[in-house]
């Protein structure tokens, strides 16, 4: 199993920016697609963002234009900036890793591994 750790979280108004940041301790990260999703308070957790294992990436509707997701294999590690925050993108911000390699669309992402979620609280 991929452990995971997410930093990066913290409190910004509205307008403002904040980058996640998503370290992953397996050797062959760059095998996998990996993805944000979030929790706000009482809701279900949602997706967010996935780039696959080639670099391809695809968004929610409700964050895209101002959020990018990209990874750095040298690192592993898998960023999401997040521009323009509103405060309905307070959450908590999980990374996940996806339970098969090279995957070939990236709308099958099955996250395997879980991270243990990082604050984001946006005020108005």
């Known amino acids: 199993q991929v452990q995971l750790v997410e930093s990066g979280g913290g409190l910004v108004q509205a307008g403002g920016s904040l980058r996640l940041s998503c370290a992953a301790s397996?050797?062959?990260?760059?095998?996998?697609?990996m993805a944000w999703f979030r929790q706000a308070p009482g809701k279900e957790r949602e997706f967010v963002a996935v780039?696959?294992?080639?670099?391809?990436?695809y968004y929610a509707d409700s964050v895209k234009g101002r959020f990018t997701i990209s990874r750095d294999n040298a690192k592993n590690t898998v960023y999401l900036q997040m521009n323009s925050l509103k405060p309905e993108d307070t959450a908590v911000y999980y990374c996940?890793?996806?339970?098969?390699?090279?995957?070939?669309?990236?709308?099958?992402?099955?996250?395997?591994?879980w991270g243990q979620g990082t604050q984001v609280t946006v005020s108005s």
């Open positions: 996940a890793a996806d339970s098969s390699r090279f995957r070939r669309s990236t709308s099958d992402f099955d996250a395997g591994s």
């Open positions: 397996v050797r062959t990260f760059g095998n996998y697609a």
């Open positions: 780039v696959s294992w080639s670099f391809s990436t």
